[in-house]
């Protein structure tokens, strides 16, 4: 199927079949499609709606989400069978079916979505352009992952809806992470080490780090040979190394923030800094496949690695600045990002099966280059 100029699939024969793509909980390189008829808007109950999906971004942040789908709760948003995850995304909807007071046919929501063409959910708290998913099964899972909002009301502009789809998300973590290293005053340390630097999640922190309070602190990117390039033309870090160099790194107190997930690096980051190293978190999985589970316990020198969760800093942000506060401070901080970001980022569309599969597969395998991105459609 094809997507007309505002991104959205265009009705052809055939769009009502259900489909959701799903991959292996324990092997992220195992997928299937799960396939039957289009779900049954008369047998919606009161207060359930329906949505059919318009387009999602996936990018490496989704990947993150699917190695976390067991030791975290992604796995849990939308269950998908024995053996499998149904990876969410961040996505655009439409309401095609609805038994909720205040919502109706044609509404559109953005939110968390699974890789399905439709989704049932049942909206709770409606308030304003808000609400949250109160299906059973989502009870109890992060709140930040369980809202929707609905675009149609108050939402990007189209012109901006795919940068929004694309990088918001990612966005989101550079974000969060950044307020956490600001609050805690950076761990008094004069270097801040982020790996995976040609990601879009590192380019965002780096940016924001260089404008907050910790602007005092060296930022160093540790990336790929072959990226080496791309991030230094960049401009975001102060100084950009290939992995193998990291043993250049000097000897002043650092903070480490692995977006990378690679277990080799941080253990060469870990025995080159040892005590230096003031704190080190580990935020992503973008090279998931060098993950090891017989080495994620080995004891490391200097602080042993944090795990960053989102959601939970989220929440500690909402209490800390209130939810105006919050919103402010992130939408600012956005518009910044965003207007950089569309000069440099190209965002490729596709609809269809086999796309996803293709785009699926590159950015599992790592092939996507770093200033472009993907927005699908199922159908």
């Known amino acids: 199927m094809d997507l007309d100029t505002a991104g959205r699939p265009q009705a052809r024969q055939g769009e009502g079949e259900f489909s959701r793509f799903r991959v292996g909980r324990s092997d992220l390189s195992q997928w299937s499609w799960e396939r039957g008829p289009t779900p049954d808007a008369n047998r919606l109950t009161d207060g359930e709606i329906l949505v059919a999906t318009d387009k999602f971004a996936f990018t490496a942040n989704n990947i993150t989400y699917g190695r976390l789908g067991e030791p975290m709760p992604f796995a849990r948003f939308f269950p998908a069978g024995d053996g499998w995850q149904s990876i969410p995304v961040w996505g655009f909807a439409t309401i095609v079916a609805s038994r909720a007071a205040g919502l109706g046919v044609g509404q559109r929501i953005y939110g968390f979505l699974p890789m399905a063409s439709h989704l049932q959910l049942r909206p709770e708290h409606l308030r304003g352009t808000r609400f949250v998913d109160g299906v059973v099964h989502r009870q109890g899972l992060p709140p930040t992952y369980n809202e929707y909002v609905l675009t149609d009301r108050a939402g990007p502009d189209e012109a901006d809806e795919d940068l929004h789809l694309v990088l918001r998300p990612l966005f989101s973590l550079s974000f969060f992470c950044a307020a956490y290293l600001a609050q805690e005053q950076g761990f008094g340390a004069r270097r801040i080490v982020i790996s995976s630097a040609s990601s879009k999640t590192a380019l965002g922190l780096a940016l924001l780090v260089n404008r907050s309070m910790l602007d005092a602190c060296e930022v160093v990117g540790l990336t790929s040979a072959g990226h080496v390039g ?150």
């Open 230 to 379: 791309f991030v230094r033309r960049h401009g975001a870090y102060d100084a950009v190394l290939p992995y193998a160099e990291i043993a250049t790194l000097s000897a002043v107190p650092t903070v480490y923030v692995d977006i990378a997930g690679n277990a080799a690096v941080r253990r060469a980051v870990h025995h080159h800094l040892g005590p230096l190293l003031r704190h080190s978190a580990r935020v992503g999985f973008t090279h998931w496949e060098t993950l090891d589970d017989r080495t994620e316990a080995e004891p490391l020198p200097g602080p042993p690695p944090t795990l960053f969760f989102t959601a939970d800093h989220i929440i500690a942000r909402r209490r800390e600045w209130g939810a105006d506060g919050l919103k402010s401070k992130l939408a600012d901080a956005w518009q910044v990002f965003a207007g950089e970001a569309a000069a440099w980022l190209t965002i490729d569309k596709a609809a269809g099966h086999a796309a996803v599969e293709r785009v699926y597969r590159a950015v599992l395998d790592g092939r996507v280059p770093p200033d472009k991105a993907h927005i699908l459609s199922i159908s």
